[in-house]
């Protein structure tokens, strides 16, 4: 899975779809090619310190590895916006959120 690294992806994919959830909030932009998935992840300061950034951030990046290889598209890019609730929900719970926000994006392709 490839990241997403460049400003300019990450404020494309801001324009496209969003879908919310209570740990986090999905954007998903479709480039309009056969590339692989590419996934960035977004963890603001108004979440918390540095510690807590970096676990939501290897937690969210856990729950893509497990989720985005069956549910994601070729072609797209993903970015999670990381919330608070993200730290203490279960990993289940983030699994199964990204799940549905990833077949909500797709049933509302724009």
Do not use: C, W
Request: no cysteine; charged share 30%.
């Amino acid at each position: 899975m490839n990241r997403i690294v460049k400003r300019a992806d990450f404020l494309a994919a801001a324009k496209a779809t969003r879908v919310g959830n209570p740990s986090f909030s999905l954007q998903a932009r479709d480039r309009k090619d056969d590339a692989e998935l590419r996934l960035g992840l977004t963890v603001t300061k108004k979440v918390g310190n540095a510690v807590e950034r970096n676990r939501i951030r290897r937690r969210l990046r856990a729950a893509a590895r497990a989720v985005l290889p069956q549910a994601g598209k070729a072609g797209f890019d993903y970015v999670v916006v990381a919330r608070r609730a993200a730290l203490t929900a279960g990993f289940p719970e983030l699994t199964g959120g990204l799940e549905n926000t990833l077949k909500q994006v797709h049933k509302t392709r724009r």
